[in-house]
């Protein structure tokens, strides 16, 4: 017996804390007032979210069994689903409610085992409900750790997603492929990425995941050739939007109408060789860091695609 009640102390001790903030929620909402900002409130829930780790450190064996995930993670996200509209990014928004509905999660099975805490069984891995709220909270909190607590991978992420978004909407077999994680979308979507880099700006995605576009070698000759090939062709057509739009075409391996390109002075074969060369360039992006690309790309089609995990 005493055993088994200090296995179960972890989940008495988050049970009391679950009681307190509960409590604080309840005051506060009767005086009209507003917890988000309130360090009492957020450091009842820092305390709470630090024993959620110690308990997922020794619960969750389909995980890392990570106790680094901290409070911050929960106000960033908090902060996100205030600021970023569905218009701006399906994607974060989902991955920020994925993380506060882990925790409610977690929160609303502790009131179950406070009716009766001989439902939860000493070994805390044996407890099938408790290791599924903790999985996921170790999946979408460990995201929310990559992308939400540094603005640039956040800013990397809503572009990301936003351009991702952005081409399911104009092209509907590009949305099907995502959505059926096609093996071609891993190649077309690293390519848009180099494509926005070429244009403009794609917040620093390809030279983050790709330093050796910016480092003095064979790669950084290489893309800065195809960037002036890029801007001269671009220069050279009769409008900068149509010409993204047919090279954008090209990345995806769609058809070009060659009478329309003609007549924006846009020569259909070298803008496919400017897209095998984008290719080549987005698949070594993806090779130079593949768990932290890979990381970003499932972020990124988090609310298009359910299927791209089966992949990994």
């Excluded at 999660?105 to 805490?117: A, P, S, T």
């Excluded at 069984?121 to 540094?150: I, M, R, T, Y």
């Excluded at 077309?188 to 494509?195: D, K």
Aim: with cysteine; proline share 2%; net charge neutral.
């Amino acid at each position: 017996m005493v055993i088994e009640k200090d296995a179960r102390s972890r989940i008495v001790n988050a049970i009391e804390l679950e009681k307190q903030i509960h409590s604080f929620e309840i005051r506060e909402r009767l005086k009209g007032k507003v917890v988000l900002n309130c360090e009492a409130y957020n450091e009842l829930r820092r305390k709470f979210i630090e024993l959620c780790g110690n308990i997922n450190s020794v619960t969750n064996p389909e995980g890392k069994g990570r106790d680094d995930l901290s409070v911050d993670i929960l106000i960033a996200a908090e902060g996100i689903s205030r600021r970023v509209s569905n218009l701006q990014s399906r994607a974060v928004r989902k991955l920020a409610e994925q993380i506060r509905k882990s925790l409610s999660d977690i929160r609303v099975l502790l009131r179950k085992y406070q009716e009766n805490i001989e439902l939860v069984d000493p070994q805390l891995k044996n407890n099938q409900e408790l290791v599924e709220a903790l999985v996921h909270f170790e999946n979408s909190w460990s995201k929310g750790k990559e992308f939400f607590l540094s603005e640039k991978m956040c800013g990397m992420l809503i572009y990301f997603s936003q351009l991702i978004e952005g081409v399911a909407e104009k092209y509907k077999d590009v949305k099907e492929k995502i959505e059926a994680a096609d093996t071609d979308i891993f190649v077309m979507l690293p390519c848009l990425v180099v494509l926005s880099s070429l244009d403009g700006d794609n917040k620093g995605i390809c030279s983050h995941y790709y330093p050796n576009i910016q480092n003095p070698g064979s790669e950084q000759n290489e893309f800065k050739a195809l960037k002036e090939r890029y801007q001269a062709l671009k220069k050279k057509s009769k409008d900068g939007y149509e010409f993204y739009n047919i090279v954008e075409k090209a990345v995806l391996e769609k058809e070009i109408m060659l009478q329309p390109a003609k007549e924006h002075n846009v020569d259909v074969k070298e803008i496919r060789q400017l897209a095998h060369r984008m290719k080549r360039i987005g698949i070594e992006m993806q090779r130079y860091k593949p768990s932290e690309w890979n990381a970003l790309m499932e972020t990124a089609m988090g609310q298009i695609s359910v299927s791209y995990t089966h992949l990994r």
